[in-house]
């Protein structure tokens, strides 16, 4: 099992910024990678930031398209911590963020955090 711990969530104005955190604990040793996703405009989670823990390539990152050149993706190895700097928030990105981490076949998932952006 793994468990994930959100923080950093809040209110912020337009143009501000925020950084969320999440850190992990548990059996993360084979976690291929984290990221952190938030409530689409369908049924499914978006995807807006994911780095590699494992593999091939430890330490990529890719974001999703409507949040690039915006949003930084980090990890402390040493803390087990994950960050997302968000910058230049829009009231678009009023929403609740995920944590995940993803195993091959499972995934974890952290409580939210909640963003809000004012206008």
Do not use: H
């Not at 330490?59 to 915006?70: H, L």
Request: aromatic share 8%; with cysteine; charged share 20%.
């Amino acid at each position: 099992q793994v468990q994930l711990v959100e923080s950093g969530g809040g209110l912020v104005e337009a143009g501000g910024s925020l950084r969320l955190s999440c850190t992990a604990s548990g059996r993360i040793f084979d976690i291929n990678a984290m990221g952190w996703y938030r409530q689409g405009s369908g049924p499914q989670r978006e995807k807006v930031a994911l780095i590699t823990t494992g593999g091939p390539v430890v330490g990529r990152t890719d974001c999703g398209d409507s949040v690039k050149g915006r949003f930084t993706n980090s990890r402390d190895r040493t803390k087990n911590t994950m960050y997302l700097q968000m910058t230049s928030l829009t009231p678009e990105d009023t929403n609740v963020y995920y944590c995940a981490a993803l195993r091959t076949g499972t995934d974890y998932w952290g409580q939210g955090t909640q963003v809000t952006v004012s206008s």
